[in-house]
């Protein structure tokens, strides 16, 4: 809600001759003083808080003091000390100095992308708002928004605030919402300066001067980095009275602040004017931008340039077999029948074999692409409704007009609108910008007449099929036979250590990962790859990450490449890897498309990346070469063997998640990068459960076939990683199973233990996770923090996604969310990022994370099983949808059970139908195992009569219709406002509230 005003400056100038300011009646007020616009006298003062003494014109007394000191001290302590190992050095002492001295979070001794000194700043105001001031009895500088004046529960939400509400540019467009009256002027109050000291560490001379004609209190100052914190530079209950032209100096040391070159920085001031009740009732908060100017230094590095891949033309016969559905019709050529004969092996032998192992990988993967191309042919639109988009190069397309629902259509799909011209068709080029259940919004290149528009295409990007492809093609039948399908170990080429310095001393208590990490660094399954089989909250991560610091410490010759599935897990990767390796030795190699999500990524990641800056820059040679440690995703990865990367530059080459991911995928960090020609020159590590989610396959005829199985779990058919049927071990110097898990209680644990893990892992969760939801009194089994609520609301699918949702069990979830956060547990409070919800279909994924945002519980995680791999949390719900159904569709996937029921650490509440449920054989056994430790909810029992399902139907609906109202004019002599100010409500947000509370303060 939004209304318009603007300054009446013919009124404040009336207002100040009325005034008739004398220099003695400005002098002072109680508690306060002021400078005299004649004297325009500066002031100076360090950034740690002086006494009252040395700063007279600042009032203060010791409670100010100790509030002053907590700030500080909040801002300090969100940075843990971290152990890092100096560059090519083995030395303990060395080692221990460094640990001491290293500081994740304030980079105060980064200088990749740190600005130097002396250099000019550039500063640009952004915004000016008046607003009326929230009063807040206690204020917590650390939960509380010291701008937007909003109190929040935990340190947590209030982040998420500062996140999803203000950004990382932080706007004030918040402050916006809360009052109609509050509203921009296009002026500046004040005026900035800023001129950066020569001293060791960053330190900053900022200048305000008041430029309004009227006295104003200065109230705030705060410097916001980017990453959900702000800096206090002049707060803590302090005032200072600035009359007309009056200059306030401070001298501020960013000691715990990472300055990163070419980044922009904002500055929050607020102050009030001061001279009558009008304007005491009135607010000035202005926002400044700086960022320092320097040359590009990028431009200095040396791009590597990027040889091109060939064309990924599909072959005649496999578009052939696909549009016959393989199914002959006896018009096949003998070249047609041989493919048919080699599909339909690989749907028998899912261990492929070394004379068919290009050509199968070949085919199987033409095929997904044929599959593709002819998915995105069916989403091409005739005779197209397209919206412009307010003189911009966007446009909008509603989804309804596609024939079939675009579901593999993506952000930075390229597109084509055809065009009819007065002589030729004309295409005009662009990409998908953004994909909702209602709408797609394109980003053309170039201004497009909508109205001549007849037809939208949308283009395959075939780069990762061109990279598996290449990946192939460098495999050779030698490397094939060595690492694909390895039958013996011969260890490698680099010296053993027998001694290891642990980096994590909680390492050496657990056998298992001492055993894993010593032969990862002695190569003692060369030339085939070391599997690390990490099942749930065992500590793979941990695992690898110690490892390569490991490899780090002891080789310092030696450069690792190391590569995940996704690029969640490669920023997890590399953020744990700045623990204990130095910032200028690793370096994050990120796709294009990921600038579009840079707000999402940590800026310790950002700062040791090709996106520094925020901005994409090429692959260069100072990045690879300089840089001990790479880290990627597979796909990325690719792009190394375009440039031409040395093939004997890495000696390691690590795969995260490996279960995930295609076996083709998969060879792309490993041909080229760690072999050349028929020699390996690298030992490879694969890392994951094949027992978790495997790799995703859009096209169900591939999934009959090997296709769909992943490098790691077909290796570990082999003899080689098979137990050993006389010992019953694995060969540790090619396996390594990892047993103890960390993550949850026993019960929790158990069931898949049993069904998944042979009963092999053993519960070693600390007592504070085991018994955190122990005793609860809503557990029908008080000594088994696991509980299934039955429940037999509709099923219903969505018109467009046709994907189900079940809005009873989403109001029944709803409820326990709702009680937890009131009631807490246990006596011990829950915060909202403690809890996590889960559904396997993403419509309800969808209508939960709408009920949850409508109740302001933003900092609930909502996410399917696929989303939620390798994530945990305290509490997860879980919501199975399905129900008074024929068959529970893909929940009858092992697979993804085993994910959903290994997230919770503490308390897992899952809903759902029994009924329904039990039709398939796991969940059955998942519903016995609940019925065996009394976890099943008493059907008789109530939980919640406030809110019924027709209620969360009706919220939810679409058609809701939507009205307005009008606001009260804001009479004021200093600023005019508009004659029609108007402020939209929608009824349907209100609905969803008034609903939610009654719902809340029922139970």
């Not at 929050?268 to 700086?290: C, K, M, W």
């Not at 070249?335 to 070949?362: A, H």
């Not at 080789?555 to 897990?569: D, E, F, G, H, K």
């Amino acid at each position: 809600m939004t209304t318009k005003c603007e300054p009446n400056m013919a009124n404040i100038i009336q207002w100040l001759q009325q005034l008739n300011l004398r220099r003695d009646e400005c002098s002072t007020a109680e508690g306060k003083q002021e400078a005299g616009p004649e004297l325009k006298k500066r002031r100076r003062r360090k950034y740690t808080r002086k006494s009252k003494d040395d700063n007279p014109s600042i009032k203060t007394n010791d409670k100010i003091e100790n509030h002053n000191s907590t700030v500080k001290e909040s801002a300090h302590q969100s940075s843990q000390p971290k152990s890092r190992i100096p560059n090519g050095q083995a030395n303990q002492t060395n080692l221990e100095k460094h640990q001491e001295n290293s500081n994740r979070n304030s980079k105060a001794r980064r200088t990749r992308n740190r600005p130097s000194f002396n250099r000019e700043w550039i500063i640009k105001p952004v915004d000016t708002i008046i607003r009326l001031p929230m009063k807040l009895e206690v204020f917590d500088p650390i939960t509380d928004c010291p701008i937007c004046q909003q109190q929040f529960r935990s340190e947590r939400m209030f982040r998420s605030h500062v996140a999803v509400s203000h950004g990382s540019c932080f706007k004030l467009d918040p402050l916006l919402d809360f009052d109609p009256r509050n509203h921009r002027i296009d002026r500046q109050v004040c005026k900035l300066a800023m001129q950066q000291l020569p001293m060791s560490v960053p330190t900053f001379s900022i200048t305000v001067e008041n430029l309004a004609s009227v006295p104003i209190l200065l109230n705030s100052i705060y410097i916001f980095d980017g990453n959900v914190q702000l800096w206090p530079v002049f707060a803590g209950g302090q005032i200072l009275r600035m009359v007309p032209g009056y200059c306030f100096e401070d001298e501020v040391t960013l000691d715990d602040m990472v300055l990163v070159e070419g980044r922009s920085y904002s500055l929050i001031i607020t102050a009030t004017p001061v001279g009558s009740d009008r304007l005491l009732n009135r607010q000035v908060v202005e926002q400044y931008h700086f960022t320092e100017k320097v040359a590009n230094n990028r431009g200095k590095k040396t791009q590597i340039a990027l040889t091109k891949l060939p064309p990924y033309d599909i072959p005649r016969p496999v578009t052939i077999l696909y549009k016959s559905n393989y199914k002959d019709n006896g018009l096949y050529t003998s070249q047609e029948r041989d493919l048919m004969r080699l599909i339909e092996v690989s749907k028998q032998d899912n261990l492929l074999s070394l004379d068919r192992y290009s050509k199968q990988l070949t085919v199987l993967n033409q095929i997904e692409a044929q599959h593709m191309l002819q998915e995105y042919f069916n989403y091409t639109i005739l005779e197209p409704v397209i919206v412009p988009q307010n003189n911009t190069r966007l446009y909008t397309v509603s989804t309804s007009q596609f024939k079939k629902k675009p579901s593999l259509l993506n952000e930075d799909v390229k597109a084509i609108f055809i065009s009819q011209g007065a002589t030729r068709m004309e295409k005009a080029y662009g990409v998908v910008e953004k994909i909702t259940a209602d709408m797609v919004t394109f980003r053309m290149q170039e201004f497009v007449d909508a109205t001549k528009v007849v037809k939208i295409m949308f283009m395959l990007n075939r780069t990762t099929f061109q990279l598996e492809r290449k990946a192939l093609t460098l495999m050779s039948a030698t490397l094939i036979k060595s690492i694909c399908l390895p039958e013996a170990v011969t260890g490698g080429p680099l010296e053993s250590f027998a001694s290891f310095q642990w980096i994590r001393q909680n390492v050496a208590s657990n056998a298992e990962q001492v055993v894993a990490i010593r032969n990862i660094v002695n190569q003692t399954s060369f030339p085939a790859p070391y599997i690390l089989f990490g099942p749930p909250g065992t500590g793979k991560t941990s695992t690898l990450v110690e490892a390569i610091g490991q490899i780090y410490k002891l080789r310092p010759t030696v450069n690792i490449l190391v590569a995940a599935t996704s690029n969640y897990a490669a920023n997890e990767l590399t953020s744990r890897l700045l623990d204990c390796i130095p910032d200028e030795d690793v370096f994050r190699f990120f796709a294009y498309s990921s600038l579009k999500k840079i707000n999402e990524i940590e800026w310790d990641v950002l700062d040791v990346s090709n996106l520094a800056g925020h901005s994409y820059s090429n692959i260069c040679y100072e990045d690879i070469y300089m840089c001990r440690v790479v880290v990627a995703t597979l796909t990325t990865a690719g792009r190394l063997i375009q440039a031409n990367i040395k093939s004997k530059h890495f000696s390691y080459v690590f795969i995260d998640e490996c279960g995930s991911s295609k076996e083709i995928t998969s060879l792309i960090p490993i041909a080229g990068l760690a072999t050349n020609g028929n020699e390996i020159n690298a030992s490879v590590v694969l890392a994951g459960d094949p027992k978790q989610l495997g790799p995703v396959i859009q096209y169900d005829f591939l999934k009959q076939t090997s296709h769909g199985l992943s490098m790691l779990e077909r290796l570990m058919n082999l003899p080689l990683y098979a137990k050993d049927q006389v010992t019953n071990k694995y060969n540790h110097k090619a396996i390594m199973v990892l047993r103890d898990n960390y993550r949850s209680n026993d019960r929790l644990i158990q069931f898949c233990n049993d069904l998944f893990y042979d009963g092999q892992l053993r519960s070693k969760a600390s007592h504070e996770i085991k018994n955190f939801a122990v005793g609860w009194h809503r557990l029908p089994n008080s000594n088994c923090p696991l509980m299934f609520h039955p429940i037999s609301s509709k099923t219903k699918q969505d018109k467009l996604t046709y994907s189900f949702f079940n809005a009873g069990e989403a109001k029944k979830v709803l409820f326990y969310v709702s009680d937890l956060l009131k009631n807490g547990l246990n006596g011990k409070p829950v915060n909202q990022s403690d809890i996590g919800i889960l559904s396997f279909y993403a419509r309800q994924v969808t209508f939960l994370r709408g009920l949850c945002t409508s109740n302001k519980w933003h900092d609930i995680e909502i996410g399917s099983a696929e989303q939620y791999q390798g994530r945990e949390k305290p509490i997860m719900m879980i919501s199975t949808v399905r129900s008074n159904c024929d068959n529970v569709g893909f929940l009858a996937d092992a697979k993804r059970l085993n994910v959903a029921l290994t997230r919770a650490r503490s308390l897992m509440i899952v809903v759902g139908n029994t009924e329904t449920l039990q039709q398939d054989p796991l969940w059955k056994k998942f519903l016995d195992y609940c019925r065996k430790n009394g976890a099943i909810v008493n059907r008789n029992r109530k939980t919640s009569s406030a809110v019924t399902t027709s209620d969360v139907n009706k919220i939810s609906s679409p058609k809701t219709p939507k009205t307005k109202k009008r606001t009260k004019k804001l009479a004021n002599d200093l600023f005019q406002t508009t004659t029609t100010p108007v402020a939209t409500c929608d009824l349907q947000t209100e609905a969803i509230h008034r609903i939610i509370q009654k719902f809340v303060h029922s139970n």
